[in-house]
Structure formats: structure tokens, C-alpha cells
């Protein structure tokens, strides 16, 4: 039986860290909706319960769909340039008809929580301090609290979004690991997947990969989250590969909430960039 990664005990590290840093050092988040997406407003609303209990300023921006998006750029120059403004979020999916990318690079990099400016995606590639990606971030904090050193080992990444796979394999080279990353058309996707010591699944399809799929020896780490039949499930097939790997992320359970507490801890990273402490 594969020893389980669970995270709640690490988030609640990494939330004190942040609540006991709050209590001396104000931090304020500002967060952007444009539309109704509804997951969207689920996810602003949970960041703003976060926040009240990390003791964190809560400021909300909301903007019917079809606000200018010259407006939009005007609040976030404004937000750049009020110091008490510790970081700036801006949800997605935006609507149709705004270009994400230019309004995300807008954001002062040393206060992009997000990670995705690519300011940031630089400091990244070049292993020089910023802000990254949460869920990226999430994942190696989650080896580093199990004391599994990536280093010497093959890493395969099933993912190359911008804000997991990629940014995830950047850390995992910079920790020492052999890293592959596979993607829609990688051939003999399971072949490769059973080379990995360390194996992130981070596409985003429902239990496509199977227990068979990895070596014995694999730590797998599943950052997918599905909803499929009413259950929440992650990109790995929980219940085949927890009896065949040696260590595996539930779902849920495991990298979300390191990741809900590593975005709200960037507010830590992004103050000591901005102030030096």
C-alpha cells in the first residue's frame, strides 16, 4: 500500500507562516473578476474566506462583461501604484472578447501572487528569486515535507501548462531531477510515465492514468481535480495505482489545499520583494 501524500497538515504550516506574518506586516490582496463566470465567483469567494481567516485585507474589483477593457488596465496601473496593494490576482477564464495575456502582464511582477508575468516566468527559468506559480510551488513543497529529494531521479511531467507542468518542471530541474515532460502528442505516453521515479499528472483528463501505468517505485503526485459522476477525482486512477506505487497525492485532499496556502503565502514573497523583509 503506497504511503499517502496528503496536504492538510502541510497547509496548515504554511497557513501559520502567513497568518503569524499578516499579524505584523500588513499584507492586502486585490482580487479581479470580469463576468459571471461561476466557478470564477466560487473560487474569489473562497480566496476572500481565506483571507479573513489568515488575517489578510480582502479588496474585490467586479465587472459585468462588458466593461472597456481600457478600464481594466487603468485599475490595475492604479492597484500597482497604491503601496499598501501587496498582490493583485485577476481570475480566469476572462469573456470573450479581452486579451489575458496583456492584461496579466500589466501586473507588477513583485506583485503577481499568480506567477504567470513573464517577468516572473524569467526569474523562473533563470533560478532567481520571484513569484511562481501556486500549484507549482505546491508540489515541491509537498516533496521537501516528505523528505523525497528529487535529485538523480527522472521526473516525468503528463502536462505543459504554463502554470503547472511547465513552471513544475523548471523547479524539478533546479533541484537536480532528470526531467521529461509529455504532453497530447507524446507516443507511447505509458511507456514514458513508467520511466518516473517522480510522475506529476497535471492534464486535466479523469483518471488517465492508471495504476499499471507507473513503476512500483513511483511517488506520484496528481494535481488534476475532475468532477465526473458527482465525485471529485484527479487525473490518476486513485484506487488501481495506491496498491501498485509508493507514495501518491489523494484527490482530494492532497496538492489543493498546498496550493490554496502557497498562492495566499506568495502575499508573504511578494511583500519581502517589495520591502526587503
Given at each position: 500500500m503506497a504511503t499517502l501524500l496528503e496536504g492538510k497538515t502541510l497547509a496548515g504550516q504554511i497557513n501559520a507562516v502567513t497568518a503569524e506574518y499578516a499579524a505584523k506586516h500588513d499584507l492586502t490582496l486585490a482580487v479581479i473578476q470580469v463576468g459571471d463566470d461561476p466557478a470564477s465567483?466560487?473560487?474569489?469567494?473562497?480566496?476572500?474566506r481565506q483571507a479573513h481567516r489568515l488575517?489578510?485585507?480582502?479588496?474585490?474589483?467586479?465587472?459585468?462583461?462588458?466593461?472597456?477593457?481600457?478600464e481594466i488596465e487603468s485599475l490595475i496601473r492604479q492597484l500597482n501604484s497604491r503601496e499598501e496593494i501587496t498582490g493583485i490576482f485577476i481570475e480566469q477564464p476572462l469573456p470573450r472578447g479581452y486579451d489575458p495575456v496583456s492584461l496579466l502582464e500589466l501586473v507588477d511582477p513583485v506583485k503577481d501572487i499568480d506567477g504567470v508575468t513573464s517577468a516572473n516566468a524569467a526569474n523562473l527559468?533563470?533560478?532567481?528569486?520571484?513569484?511562481?506559480?501556486?500549484?507549482?510551488?505546491?508540489?515541491?513543497?509537498?516533496?521537501?515535507?516528505?523528505h523525497i529529494d528529487?535529485?538523480?531521479?527522472?521526473?516525468?511531467?503528463?502536462?505543459?501548462?504554463?502554470?503547472?507542468?511547465?513552471?513544475?518542471?523548471?523547479?524539478?530541474?533546479?533541484r537536480h531531477a532528470t526531467v521529461t515532460i509529455c504532453h497530447s502528442r507524446t507516443q507511447a505516453l505509458k511507456d514514458v510515465v513508467r520511466r518516473g521515479d517522480i510522475v506529476?499528472?497535471?492534464?486535466?483528463?479523469?483518471?488517465?492514468?492508471?495504476g499499471d501505468d507507473f513503476k512500483n517505485e513511483a511517488v506520484v503526485l496528481d494535481a488534476g481535480y475532475n468532477v465526473t459522476e458527482g465525485r471529485t477525482v484527479g487525473d490518476v486512477d486513485f484506487k488501481?495505482?495506491?496498491?501498485?506505487?509508493?507514495?501518491?497525492?489523494?484527490?482530494?485532499?492532497?496538492?489543493?489545499?498546498v496550493t490554496t496556502a502557497s498562492l495566499f503565502h506568495n502575499l508573504v514573497k511578494a511583500r519581502q520583494l517589495q520591502y526587503g523583509t
Open positions: 465567483g466560487a473560487y474569489r469567494e473562497a480566496k476572500k488575517g489578510i485585507i480582502f479588496e474585490e474589483y467586479l465587472f459585468d462583461t462588458f466593461v472597456p477593457a481600457r527559468y533563470l533560478n532567481r528569486p520571484g513569484l511562481f506559480p501556486a500549484t507549482a510551488e505546491a508540489l515541491m513543497r509537498i516533496l521537501e515535507f516528505y528529487p535529485k538523480g531521479k527522472e521526473a516525468v511531467i503528463v502536462g505543459r501548462s504554463n502554470i503547472v507542468g511547465k513552471p513544475a518542471a523548471l523547479l524539478l530541474l533546479h506529476v499528472a497535471a492534464v486535466g483528463k479523469a483518471e488517465l492514468l492508471k488501481g495505482a495506491v496498491a501498485h506505487v509508493s507514495a501518491i497525492t489523494p484527490v482530494p485532499g492532497g496538492v489543493g489545499s
